[in-house]
């Protein structure tokens, strides 16, 4: 895999999981045509996590959305390329209220999957990724 490039910017959160003990972080992988975007969770550039007893699931998923931006603008494209959404929420009961927010961002109305998950990284209820354009 010669001709892709790993994208981080300090303006998303910072990579949680596997990927933390590596000199390089990838929160997306450019190829010369596509950016895949890992999930982005409602945390923001500072490491501080937005959570239900403090935050409403609106806040979460802009958080997410913002996040996405981010890492979409530092790999050279942005939310009006994307084609494809994956929203993971750890309750349907939340369904309406990010599906309010996202489709304030996502206006040209990209392909999505929205599945309810048992647990997502650091306890928090919507994590969201998406393919885009480069």
């Known amino acids: 895999m010669a001709d892709f490039k790993v994208v981080f910017t300090k303006d998303a959160?910072?990579?949680a999981g596997p990927y933390v003990h590596l000199p390089t972080q990838s929160?997306?992988?450019?190829t010369p045509s596509t950016i895949y975007?890992?999930?982005?969770?409602?945390?923001?550039?500072a490491g501080t996590i937005l959570t239900l007893?403090?935050?409403?699931?609106t806040q979460m998923t802009e958080l997410c959305i913002k996040n996405l931006s981010a890492v979409l603008k530092e790999a050279?494209?942005?939310?009006s390329?994307?084609?494809?959404?994956?929203?993971?929420?750890?309750?349907m009961?939340?369904?309406?209220?990010?599906?309010a927010t996202y489709e304030k961002f996502f206006t040209h109305k990209p392909a999505r999957s929205c599945v309810a998950v048992y647990q997502l990284p650091k306890g928090v209820p919507v994590?969201?990724?998406?393919?885009a354009l480069a």
Do not use: R, W
């Open 13 to 15: 959160a910072f990579p």
């Open 93 to 99: 009961d939340n369904f309406a209220e990010m599906n």
């Open 127 to 131: 994590e969201i990724e998406c393919i």
């Open 76 to 79: 050279g494209s942005d939310i």
């Open 37 to 45: 975007c890992s999930g982005q969770i409602p945390c923001d550039s």
């Open 81 to 91: 390329k994307v084609v494809k959404v994956n929203v993971f929420l750890t309750s």
């Open 53 to 57: 007893e403090s935050s409403t699931i």
């Open 27 to 30: 929160q997306a992988i450019a």
